[in-house]
């Protein structure tokens, strides 16, 4: 059983669409030069649903049920105007707000 249906999570729990203007927290791994949670402000892009076995299906309701996690895809634009594509999953999906 996937960890969503554990936690009785819902489609409608998702409601960022793309295009959206948000603030997300990231946290990098150990070892990476900026360790720990950071924050960024960022252009949401789409959701990715996957499944155990580690394939990747269009997020929808249907789908949902077979998803082992959700990872949001956030567009970040550094001050060298470089785009980085964030992939924010587990705990740092949480941290996702709509800037007002």
């Not at 299906?57 to 998803?67: E, L």
Request: with cysteine; charged share 25%.
């Amino acid at each position: 059983m996937s960890e969503l249906v554990k936690n009785n999570m819902n489609f409608e729990d998702y409601t960022f669409k793309k295009g959206d203007i948000v603030n997300f927290t990231f946290t990098y791994s150990e070892g990476h030069s900026l360790c720990g949670p950071q924050k960024f402000k960022g252009t949401f892009k789409e959701y990715w649903i996957i499944d155990v076995k580690g394939f990747y299906f269009k997020f929808g309701p249907r789908n949902i049920k077979k998803a082992n996690y959700i990872i949001a895809i956030i567009e970040y634009i550094n001050e060298y105007g470089v785009k980085i594509p964030f992939k924010v999953s587990k705990e740092d999906l949480k941290t996702i707000y709509l800037v007002s």
